[in-house]
């Protein structure tokens, strides 16, 4: 390959960076040779028309990318699914023809699969990473896939940069190092390249990139979708998934823990919260507009790094998803299944976003490779309910046994075999379009700095240090000072302060690039709705309590924390020195859950610290209990067996309002404290 062959760059008409030669043999080429003059957009009509299937590059660019792993996924590896079904409110004739979006008495099975995105298939759970949250529904039409990610914004624009950014967050080539993070040069030499990818960084570096639990974690759509309903009227709506027990994340760390401590932290809360009857559910909502509409926002909806503000467009609920069944074959069920952007069913149907039309391609040419076979949909998990008929034969692992001589269409000879159906089939809504061919971003997709700073200025005072730690950490790890640089200069243009901290913290004040916006950043709004913790809910439904106590801990205390989580809907976890049975003051034999130097406090949501004697006194891992349990702005609650415990953390018993005497076994106040999630006048 040739070296230091950047001999110019310009940017786009959306802002994107070119890097050009004008030295044949400097060029970037095909597979067969042949120079590309544009690698960073692909074919449309027009400059916000419709790909064309003629685009021979971006479809051998992102070919051989679909093909580059076998047969583990080549994103998404780590994964995790459940079995359950969703059922609408109401129905929704009004915006949608769908058939599961009609009949509140009519429940559509459902998989879901959640994942990691960068990772390989043993990564740990808790990664900084944005989280894949697919849906397959099971309809009487057909099958539908809604695939999207629990952040509602992505990197790029066009899906023909999908390989680079990918290969920028994996391993290194040489190396096959770091695994699972993104706190390395590539990566952020690569976005600080592609100033598109701005407002996705702070999602990333926001606590949204560390949850809770899959239980606790929002699911978004990303892109703009079209909904017809049965008289041909079409509304461009945006996917969005709420968990009915709130939106929480872990802090870092506590990520960087548990990711040591329980690798499988995600999958294991979701296995047994289904295997408990502790049933997540979801709220399904859309944001609904018109074109007229779209056409007066600040931001273009076919931009997939541009969000639609909740107090512009509310949500409008659809309906509830709940995941009640565990799979019986993590292989057959979890890794085999296959979920397609293109997997549509009648009354929903694309927009003509760059990153959205790429994917409609994409992911199905991905299942061809990993599962070895355009027969793919034949799998159980895969299968549609509704039946499937056509006259598509043979291939590689073919199931089926189709019978009759005929397996083609027209025909005279088979008067049952199927036939089209113009009324009940799915037809394109037929939107109008026109352009001439050309690679070229919109001018509407410019502005790279308005919707970061939104998203920035939306978070509480916590959500914004923890951003400033993700960067810090992140860009920490990078070796080059000019990739630090030109990030510290594209975060002066999202928020001065922002840039101020970070560069602080990485002993480069002052040090930032001058970097010119293609269009000037605006003031947004804030919007309370892009913050985890501005609205959350006053719960600990859903949540774990760690008891750590030794054998004799008092009866009344015992029962007293179990009956107020349960009222809670939240679960109390014992942990002792060892992990043989107990017994409490009263003689009740009680098995622990856990053993201490096996379940650090990071575990869980809240603890209770209350032995029957002053035998964790002497214990290094009871102290480290503690002291992280108070670090991680957890509230804790006490009884009279554990101040020189307290003494040896360093920590004051009553430090603050989250440090709670149960000593009497009276748990209001605890509960209270808990519903807040975390003490977070704690933190420094």
């Not at 950014?165 to 040069?185: E, G, N």
């Not at 929903?348 to 070895?372: A, H, K, V």
């Not at 005497?661 to 999630?677: G, I, L, P």
């Amino acid at each position: 390959m040739a070296k230091k062959n950047h001999q110019g760059s310009n940017r786009g008409n959306g802002g994107e960076l070119h890097q050009t030669t004008s030295d044949p043999q400097a060029s970037l080429t095909t597979n067969q040779g042949v120079a590309i003059s544009d690698d960073q957009n692909t074919l449309t009509t027009g400059a916000r028309g419709p790909q064309l299937l003629e685009d021979h590059l971006m479809r051998e660019k992102i070919t051989h990318f679909d093909h580059e792993r076998i047969p583990e996924r080549v994103v998404h590896a780590r994964g995790y699914g459940a079995h359950g079904y969703f059922e609408p409110y109401k129905s929704h004739a009004k915006l949608t023809k769908a058939a599961f979006l009609q009949d509140p008495q009519q429940r559509t099975p459902v998989f879901v699969r959640f994942s990691t995105v960068a990772g390989s298939a043993g990564s740990p759970d808790t990664a900084r990473d944005v989280r894949g949250f697919a849906v397959k529904f099971y309809t009487s039409e057909g099958n539908y896939d809604l695939v999207g990610n629990n952040i509602p914004v992505f990197f790029i624009q066009d899906a023909i940069k999908f390989p680079d950014l990918i290969h920028s967050v994996k391993p290194a080539p040489d190396r096959d190092f770091p695994q699972a993070q993104s706190a390395h040069d590539t990566f952020w030499d690569f976005v600080g390249l592609t100033p598109e990818s701005m407002h996705m960084l702070m999602w990333v570096m926001s606590d949204r990139a560390i949850p809770r639990s899959f239980r606790m974690m929002e699911g978004f759509g990303i892109h703009t979708f079209r909904m017809i309903n049965k008289q041909g009227d079409a509304t461009l709506v945006k996917f969005h998934w709420r968990p009915k027990l709130g939106t929480y994340s872990l802090v870092w760390d506590e990520a960087v823990k548990i990711a040591g401590a329980d690798p499988d932290y995600h999958r294991r809360d979701l296995w047994n919260a289904i295997e408990s009857g502790d049933y997540p559910e979801w709220e399904l909502s859309v944001q609904a507009f018109t074109e007229a509409e779209a056409a007066e926002f600040e931001y273009d909806v076919l931009d997939p790094t541009k969000l639609i503000p909740e107090e512009e467009v509310p949500l409008t609920p659809l309906g509830r998803m709940v995941l009640d069944r565990n799979v019986e074959n993590f292989f057959a069920e979890t890794e085999q299944v296959a979920f397609c952007p293109s997997h549509v069913v009648p009354g929903i149907d694309f927009s003509n976003d760059p990153l959205l039309q790429g994917r409609l391609f994409s992911y199905l040419d991905t299942q061809l490779s990993r599962l070895g076979s355009p027969n793919f949909h034949q799998i159980p998990i895969n299968a549609a309910k509704s039946g499937v008929q056509n006259f598509q034969r043979d291939g590689h692992m073919q199931m089926e046994v189709p019978t009759g001589r005929v397996a083609n269409e027209p025909n005279t000879l088979d008067d049952g075999s199927p036939r089209e159906n113009p009324k009940a089939g799915f037809a394109s809504f037929p939107a109008e379009e026109g352009g001439s061919k050309q690679r070229i971003r919109p001018e509407s997709f410019a502005d790279h700095y308005t919707q970061a700073r939104l998203f920035y200025h939306s978070m509480t005072t916590p959500e914004q240090k923890h951003i400033v730690g993700g960067l810090v950490f992140e860009l920490g790890k990078c070796k080059e000072i000019k990739v630090r640089t030109r990030m510290l200069g594209h975060l002066r243009n999202i928020d001065k302060d922002l840039c101020a901290e970070v560069a602080e913290a990485l002993g480069m004040k002052g040090q930032a690039d001058k970097i010119k916006p293609a269009v000037e950043p605006m003031n947004m709004k804030p919007s309370p709705a892009l913050s985890q913790y501005a609205e959350a809910p006053d719960s600990i439904a859903g949540k774990k309590i760690g008891l750590l106590t030794t054998s004799g801990v008092e009866s009344k205390l015992y029962n007293a924390l179990v009956k107020a989580a349960k009222q809670e809907s939240a679960q109390v976890q014992v942990i002792a020195p060892k992990i043989g049975p107990l017994e409490t003051s009263g003689g009740k034999e009680v098995e622990p859950d856990h053993f201490l130097s096996g379940a650090p406090s990071v575990l869980f949501d809240a603890v209770v610290i209350a032995p029957a004697d002053k035998s964790l006194d002497s214990m290094p891992d009871a102290v480290n209990w503690l002291r992280d349990a108070y670090a991680h702005l957890k509230v804790i609650g006490y009884n009279g067996n554990t101040k020189e415990l307290f003494s040896k953390a360093g920590i004051e018993q009553g430090a603050d309002e989250g440090v709670v005497d149960v000593t009497e076994a009276k748990f209001d106040e605890f509960v209270t404290q808990a519903k807040k999630h975390r003490v977070w006048g704690r933190e420094p």
